[in-house]
């Protein structure tokens, strides 16, 4: 065997500009497997967390009316304030944060201009901070206070509507009792959030605000809980069992994030089937170099392997030494696409990639910001650096077996 | 229908009435959309914004007293969109949808084919005195040829779509010739505003109106109507589901 690792280490010493050619191939190959995976999984995770942070904290509670036509944020069926008074002082008890909410579909404009729909949100500002992160992502101006009467936009609607810090928005909507409600309101604050839909979507006033012009009168239509250790259980079956002891479970409902993120995690479930069709894409690439530079190989080397077949090697040894020089392009190779992924991963970790001028008005379905970081992700680089060695070795049998099926007579003489 | 009708339908009074009371007026204003059957073609011109060159919808439509109506669009581009009221609900069939659906909840506040009306504009079906208290602001001339009563509308009870109305009457024909539509707000939202009348079976009959956007700079709906047909016989046809359907 110790000969045969010699033959083959000097075979591919012997033609190094191949060997290398074919390995920097495999090994772009699989830097681009490691980087995508680790930024796939980045923007997976990130989206969950979003899910989370932005949009649905670990579960939301309402009436059961309100949740079989929630995409219309319906105005009918609202939690009156005893109700949200109990359903908080449950959440708080198991030390979980609790906001309660309000959407109201709405058009925006601002001088008059063309009106862009949104959901306009109530939302109790101290309390909306310990569920959701909106408070940190703010860019200009400031986070309303409990009291404020002015209106906080994201940077996305500030740019559609041409309008900034100071500005009078209209606002068009209905109130809870369907009446048409038209205001103008002051914007106080712009922010930007790594939720593309928050920030495509929504626009933020307190519910005092609501209470006075929109007839809200201390109702909300959801109540959103984040739990403190950021997981579901055991809080979730906790707050079942504190709004059953509070007589409250025949009208309200617990749906978690998982429930109402199901759209998204569904996409995110195929696109990991993706990332498997990209693998499949890296074989295919790996294989193409590996039988082609194996069957120059064996073609330039008819009359050696003739020579040495009849000098004694048989033809085990003769396949065995070609499956061992195409591990050695592939060691090659993944050695150097798992450094070339850890090099792209570590800037991807540290640095980020910006790709707000591709994807800025383009849902991609993740709920991620434009610039994408990526997570490490060692687990994929033992993965390629073996898949890259064993792709190699099993696309090598087939040009080794054809080395050996010549007469050893024809091999000697072929020109 | 209300809004629409309030001044898309006729008057059956014929002289001046003296020394009514702001309510009675509004009585006759709701009285007077009595009617049998209606059916009409018509045109939507729907201009918004800086749109260059406004839309133009043609369809037609029939109506059998207040609570059924049926419309069905005839321009090239929604050929085939047909809509159905039926007391309180209102059914829409696309071009190429096979079922009709049930407009409800929060898309009946939609904008009717993208025009200054909302779904809800035309299911309202109660009665303005039902849900509004008036007063009478005076009385002016319209157009420098109508003598008109304005009346001020506020609503009375919490579930009314325009907290606040200001309709022009004419005093003669108890008809709207001009309705001012207001936010809780105060703020005005649209105006509506009769352009053309025309006498049809010795009544008049409002035949092109226009519906203002207040809130948006030239934004409104011209609303022509023309073949009106007022109490002929309807075919029960255009007033099923089943046949919307098909």
Redesign the interface.
Known sequence: MKNLINLAVKNLTRHTKRTLITGIAMAFGIAMLIWMDGMLRWADNESKRNLQRYEFGNFIISTKEFKT?RK???LNFMMDKETIRKVIEIAEGLGCSASPRTGF?S?L?FN????LPYVLMAMDPEKDSRVFSLKENILTGKYPDPEDTGVLISSVCSRELNAGIGDFI?I?T??R????????IKVTGIFNAPDPVVNRNQVFITRALADS?L?TEGTASEIVVRSPSGENEPFLSRMRQGLASAGLEKDLVIETWQDLGSDFLAISQTKRGGSRIFMLLIFIIVAVGIINTMLMAVFERVREIGMLRALGMSDREVIWSFILEAAGIGFIGSFAGVLLGIGLDAYSVYVGLDFSSLFEDMDIGYRTGSVFYNEWNPDMMLLGFIFGILCTVLVSILPARKAVKMEITDSIRYI | MRILSAVLLISACTGPVLALTPEEILKKVDDNQVFQTIQYSGTMVIQKGNRRKPLEKTFFAAARGKDTFYMEFTNPGDRGTKYLKLNNELWIKGTYAERADKISGHTLRESMMGSDYSYEDAMENEKLTDQYDVILLGTEKWEGKRDCYKLELTAKVKEVSYYRQVIWVDQERFLGLKVQLFALSKKLLKEMTVLDIKEIKGRMFPVEIKMENKQHRNSYTLFRTKDVQLDEPLSDSFFSKQQLEK
Not at chain 1, 112 to 115: A, E, H, K, P
Not at chain 1, 177 to 184: L, R
């Open positions: 036509d219309n944020y319906p579909i058009l404009s008059r201009g063309f009106g209209t068009e209905r109130t009792y369907n009446t048409y409600q038209s205001i103008d012009q007839q």
